[in-house]
């Protein structure tokens, strides 16, 4: 079994996808890390997605607008209401 098509077109495909990924977290977003994975090669994409710094929390608290509904946190949740 020849496993030349795998490594040159599903496993880049997915490393652009994992930088997308990270980038989604990350204030650059997951469109332009993939863009910039697409161009610059998976590691300049995941480097620009590394420096481009965490997205900040946002100040609203959606359905709770109560300050005692729910403790505070400091630390961004790892899912994200109505997205």
């Known amino acids: 079994m020849d496993l030349t098509p795998i490594f ?3 496993l880049p495909a997915l490393t652009v996808f994992a930088v997308g990924l990270v980038g989604g977290t990350r204030r ?3 469109r332009w890390a993939v863009f910039l994975s697409v161009i610059l090669t998976p590691i ?3 480097i620009v997605a590394l420096a ?3 997205r ?3 100040l ?3 359905p709770w607008t109560t300050p005692n509904a729910r403790p505070a946190t400091t630390k961004r949740p790892w899912f ?3 997205r």
């Open 60 to 62: 609203d608290l959606g």
């Open 56 to 58: 900040p929390i946002p």
């Open 44 to 46: 300049g994409g995941f």
């Open 28 to 30: 650059i977003g997951f």
């Open 8 to 10: 040159r077109f599903v």
């Open 52 to 54: 481009s710094g965490p």
């Open 80 to 82: 994200r209401f109505g």
